[in-house]
């Protein structure tokens, strides 16, 4: 391999960014992917469904500063605005009740005063399920506080970093995809992606845009 400035390893949003960054600045860099396609979490397949679907990342939040917002307009993406009020909840198989639907945004609300109300203080225990513990309906709040938003579990993720996360608003789903999106930005970087079907660790050089 060619000696290079800078050797980028992920072709996610942040590997992309910081190759166009680079190749902005006049330098070199090599961009390595593991995977046979970029994008990294955002990943849109039409292969599922028949339709564009976000297997991945989905949300375009803060749209107000969002980079990947404008990309999106400029590329006459179909936006929709979500306003992240729940449409549906469902327990197992059954659809909740109006009671169950208010308990759950109860426990949102509560949450969110826990976290307004919050202050640091040295010793605390800084982890969000100690405040989920002193809140109504914690499970029902975690739900949206961990494995969906942030990809953890409340014991794995701080107040802060959550408080940092949580002004979300304007939210937008795109119908094209956001993963589509997100190849989009990338196509004109140049990616060493793994080659399919090999064992050993094969890089070539292009963009595998299925």
């Known amino acids: 391999m060619e000696d290079v400035d800078v050797v980028v390893i992920g072709a996610g949003s942040a590997g992309l960014s910081a190759a166009k960054t680079l190749r902005a600045a006049g330098l070199s860099f090599k961009?390595?992917?593991?995977?046979n396609r970029i994008g990294g979490r955002a990943w849109t397949s039409d292969q599922h469904f028949g339709v564009p679907f976000d297997i991945g990342c989905a949300w375009l939040?803060?749209?107000?500063?969002?980079?990947?917002?404008?990309?999106a307009q400029a590329a006459?993406?179909?936006?929709?605005?979500?306003?992240?009020?729940?449409?549906?909840?469902?327990?197992?198989?059954?659809?909740a009740s109006e009671d169950e639907e208010a308990a759950m945004k109860a426990a949102?609300?509560?949450?969110?005063?826990l976290l307004a109300a919050h202050e640091v203080r040295d010793g605390d225990d800084d982890r969000l399920s100690?405040?989920?513990?002193?809140?109504?309906?914690?499970?029902?709040?975690?739900?949206?506080?961990?494995p969906m938003d942030f990809g953890a579990d409340e014991d794995e993720i701080s107040i802060r970093d959550f408080q940092a996360a949580a002004d979300l608003e304007p939210n937008y789903f795109t119908k094209e995809g956001f993963g589509a999106l997100v190849a989009r930005f990338g196509a004109d970087v140049p990616v060493e992606?793994?080659?399919p079907g090999t064992s050993q660790r094969i890089f070539r050089t292009g963009v595998d845009s299925s």
Do not use: S
């Open 108 to 113: 949102d609300i509560r949450l969110f005063e």
């Open 31 to 35: 961009l390595f992917e593991a995977m």
């Open 76 to 95: 006459r993406w179909t936006l929709h605005h979500h306003d992240m009020n729940i449409d549906h909840l469902y327990y197992r198989d059954r659809k």
């Open 61 to 71: 939040h803060a749209a107000d500063r969002n980079p990947y917002f404008p990309e």
């Open 193 to 195: 992606l793994a080659t």
């Open 130 to 146: 100690a405040l989920l513990a002193r809140g109504h309906a914690p499970r029902a709040a975690a739900t949206f506080a961990g």
